[in-house]
């Protein structure tokens, strides 16, 4: 086998492969998401109708619903969930990184041994159940749970706090579950900045906290761009943690999509909701890759 | 050594205690014989023999690991072509789209990879037979086309980072590209192959709302079981299976930790 023979058997299968699996299985269903969102809703397996059919010899009906986005558009609930959902992803990432910047940045600037340990412990809890972490709140927040309990002997409180099942309760696990997705890529950007640029400034009479105002915050913004849009994007899609730690009326757009497909059956409007949903996050995930490439050019 | 602000470190000590109390207190828990989180009345270990004798959950957490390790397996061996296209092949044509496609399943909603692939597999059944039925094969079909992205990532920083001069002097010497790479680099990139292949495992056993969309009758997974049983409120059996997959976690990253620092 020549060389050059085996270097377009290499491309074949380290391009061509992934690019095949990928398309078939990530690409090629947003198609039929969209073909379905387009169907009627009807009782039969599968519940939905189609969309063309051969009337005749020769005659094609094709038969596009518009429906159920018009039913998304006069319905508010659906406008009221996605906007909650967006609420909801905003003050989230906007904690994880009021309280994931200040660790990453303790953590780029601890001493070399002890770093490697620091990240360890953000990274471990990731690797345990997402769902048994969030279950671990239920019985940190109920009403005759242990921070209610612990509130009431030491007497700050004088009746439990309604924690659960209330928006509260969704921010709290949100922050849980993404601190970790903010954390790394700002870990990341921290360590790769060049340290004589802080001892510059000081040597030119600047204070640290100026230093790090002028200095750090400004280099750091790939990194907080990164952290935030990992945060961000998934988290409007949330259904687990709502639909745990939320109250039963509480509208995110993912926990609506479930309830439409598992309770009403209704695939259709489901896949209309998918949609809707994949159009919003399209923004935040251009922006993101945007920032991705440029930083790979920037460093290469 | 700058001395260290105050509420930096406090920041950092209150973070550690948010990440880590809910998930202590869980274990802690775990050991109580009552049925009531408030009420501490004594060490126990009945919670664990229930579990032992949890028949649909022992099914479950069969049927999860196995689709894990499956997905585990096939999503490196996919993950690690899409790394090397990205760090051996330069700028070909589709590099974009190859990378667009490796960063969206990374953020993509749960609920729109379940319900778009759901969709796939009923029409792909419907024009082309197949897959007949839903179960085992889907939910690991499914995984891996998200495990790959996760794979690709940790994989792709290992080859980008690697010192290519053994390879050159491998090739110098004469040796066949395709000998260069499973003699020289796949030992290299080893490391990152065995936590890609972990972290690919952990997705997998930790999936609720994608398996639940492709499943079919019959075939339940472990968060599946663990779903419909947190539903009704707090159970000490979660509390229990929940510091088994704890403790398995640690016992993991010390093998690999002690594993690393020998290299």
Wanted: with cysteine; proline share 6%.
């Amino acid at each position: 086998m020549s060389h050059r023979h085996s270097h377009r058997l290499s491309r074949l299968l380290n391009i061509g492969l992934p690019y095949f699996w990928l398309g078939l299985f990530f690409l090629l269903p947003f198609v039929m998401v969209l073909r379905i969102s387009l169907a009627e809703p009807t009782l039969a397996q599968p519940p939905y109708t189609a969309l063309w059919e051969w009337v005749e010899q020769g005659v094609l009906q094709i038969r596009l619903n518009l429906a159920n986005f018009q039913l998304l558009r006069e319905d508010d609930i659906y406008l009221a969930a996605l906007l909650n959902s967006l609420w909801v992803a905003l003050v989230g990432t906007v904690c994880c990184l009021l309280l994931g910047y200040p660790m990453a940045y303790a953590i780029a600037t601890a001493p070399e041994r002890r770093r490697i340990l620091l990240l360890m412990l953000i990274i471990l809890p990731f690797w345990t159940s997402f769902l048994i972490r969030v279950y671990a709140w239920i019985g940190l927040l109920n009403a005759n749970g242990l921070l209610n309990t612990f509130l009431l002997w030491l007497g700050v409180i004088d009746e439990p706090l309604k924690i659960l099942h209330t928006q509260m309760a969704v921010y709290i696990g949100v922050v849980y579950s993404y601190l970790p997705f903010m954390i790394l890529p700002l870990y990341a950007n921290l360590t790769r900045l060049d340290p004589t640029l802080l001892e510059a400034a000081a040597d030119l009479g600047c204070r640290p906290f100026r230093a790090f105002l002028r200095v750090t915050l400004p280099l750091s913004m790939p990194g907080i761009v990164a952290g935030s849009m990992l945060v961000f994007i998934p988290v409007v899609g949330e259904f687990v943690i709502p639909d745990l730690l939320g109250s039963p009326g509480s509208l995110m757009i993912g926990k609506l999509m479930w309830t439409e497909f598992f309770a009403n059956k209704d695939w259709p409007l489901a896949s209309a909701l998918a949609i809707v949903l994949l159009a919003v996050l399209v923004v935040p995930f251009v922006l993101m890759q945007r920032l991705q490439q440029d930083d790979e050019g920037t460093r290469t | 050594m700058k001395r260290r602000s105050w509420p930096l470190l406090s920041i950092l000590v209150f973070g550690y205690a948010f990440l880590y109390v809910p998930i202590l207190l869980l274990i802690l828990y775990s050991f109580n014989e009552s049925r009531l989180v408030t009420v501490w009345s004594g060490f126990s270990l009945k919670w664990y023999g229930e579990l032992l004798h949890n028949r649909q959950l022992l099914d479950a957490a069969w049927l999860s690991v196995r689709i894990a390790a499956l997905n585990a397996s096939v999503a490196v061996v996919l993950g690690t072509l899409a790394a090397n296209a990205l760090v051996r092949h330069g700028r070909f044509r589709g590099r974009t789209g190859l990378e667009l496609l490796l960063t969206a399943p990374l953020v993509m909603p749960d609920v729109i990879i379940g319900l778009s692939l759901l969709l796939l597999f009923v029409t792909l059944q419907q024009t082309v037979g197949w897959p007949d039925g839903r179960g085992f094969s889907t939910i690991t079909i499914a995984h891996i086309t998200f495990s790959l992205a996760y794979v690709a990532v940790v994989v792709r920083s290992r080859l980008a980072r690697m010192d290519v001069s053994l390879e050159e002097a491998a090739m110098d010497l004469g040796a066949r590209p395709l000998t260069v790479y499973l003699r020289i680099t796949l030992p290299l990139i080893a490391p990152a192959l065995l936590s890609g292949w972990l972290l690919a495992f952990t997705l997998s056993l930790d999936d609720l709302v994608i398996a639940s969309f492709v499943s079919g009758p019959g075939a339940t997974t472990l968060p599946m079981v663990i779903y419909s049983s947190v539903r009704m409120g707090v159970s000490p059996q979660i509390n229990a299976l929940a510091t088994l997959v704890v403790a398995l976690v640690a016992v993991a990253v010390v093998i690999a930790g002690l594993s690393m620092r020998r290299r």
